[in-house]
């Protein structure tokens, strides 16, 4: 999978997800939501939590894919609410 074909938007908290997807949700294009590993605790977001606000912005969690040793990304859907 491509990274540079969606924009990428780096996430260090699930308040900063909510916050950045209040802003963009109604963006068509997919994006990479860029989550730290938990190598890295005090930058984590666990899957659970980002789908927690994925699904309650009326998003989709899409493909996963590893970005480096402490980051991994996920691509989701935007502009379908």
Do not use: T
């Amino acid at each position: 999978m491509d990274h540079g074909k969606f924009v990428k938007a780096d996430m260090c908290s699930a308040a900063e997800l909510r916050v950045w997807l209040n802003k963009n949700y109604l963006q068509r294009e997919s994006v990479w939501l860029v989550i730290f590993k938990r190598a890295v605790p005090s930058k984590h977001v666990n899957r659970d939590e980002v789908l927690d606000q994925l699904i309650s912005s009326g998003l989709i969690d899409g493909v996963r894919q590893q970005v480096n040793d402490l980051q991994s990304s996920g691509r989701a859907a935007l502009g379908i609410k």
